[in-house]
């Protein structure tokens, strides 16, 4: 028999934050669609018109990480004057506060008992768009180069940008510093430094950044 549907009307963010709450109140990921359905008064087809499954939904969810980010730095009246490495900066800082106000939920969701192959797949909408993200701003930059020697490779500063998320991702699931501010100063110095290797200009800026890795993981 098929639940009473709440008069509220079902959007995809509503299932995104029943589902979410279901997850930390339970502790553990709903076991069927159709429980979850009918623990929230809601059809299954209002649920299938948004997500096929809940490893879809998983997704939708970092998915909309990543859109609320730029949305917030959209709002940013100057943001479009900012150099590209203060808008790699101010992208990072904005979803990592945004990763903040949904602590719990994503270090359950990662720190789970899953296969890191199947966390890592939560991922891959993510890795998309952040790796867009930042193939945008190489893209910008080499618009103002003239000679082709000049130019930087999008696809692998995109996958570089990748790769410090990671490494971000996971100091920031183990940074127990008030206000995160090891994750603050991760941030700064992980992106001056993938900025001054695309600049040619790499040693200093790896050694520093060397440096800080060393007394986090080993002080």
């Not at 183990?174 to 040693?203: H, W």
Request: net charge neutral; proline share 1%; with cysteine.
């Amino acid at each position: 028999m098929a639940a009473k549907t709440s008069t509220t009307k079902i959007s995809e963010d509503k299932i995104i934050a029943f589902y979410m709450d279901s997850v930390l109140e339970q502790e553990s990921v709903p076991h069927s669609i159709y429980k979850f359905c009918k623990q929230h008064k809601i059809k299954e087809e209002e649920f299938y018109a948004f997500f096929g499954s809940f490893d879809a939904l998983r997704k939708a969810i970092w998915n909309t990480f990543f859109s609320n980010t730029i949305a917030l730095l959209q709002q940013n009246e100057e943001y479009g004057s900012f150099s590209n490495q203060d808008k790699m900066l101010t992208f990072f800082f904005t979803f990592f506060e945004l990763l903040t106000l949904n602590r719990s939920y994503v270090l359950f969701t990662l720190e789970g008992d899953q296969k890191m192959l199947e966390k890592l797949s939560e991922l891959k909408g993510l890795r998309k768009h952040v790796k867009a993200f930042a193939s945008e701003l190489v893209e910008a930059a080499n618009a103002d180069k003239t000679l082709r020697v000049t130019k930087r490779s999008p696809a692998i500063f995109s996958e570089g940008a990748w790769v410090q998320f990671l490494f971000l991702l996971k100091f920031w699931m183990n940074d127990s510093s008030s206000g995160f501010e090891r994750t603050d100063l991760a941030i700064e110095k992980s992106v001056t430094t993938i900025f001054n290797v695309f600049d040619k200009t790499p040693l200093e800026s790896l050694i520093d950044f060397g440096k800080f890795l060393y007394k986090e993981n080993f002080a």
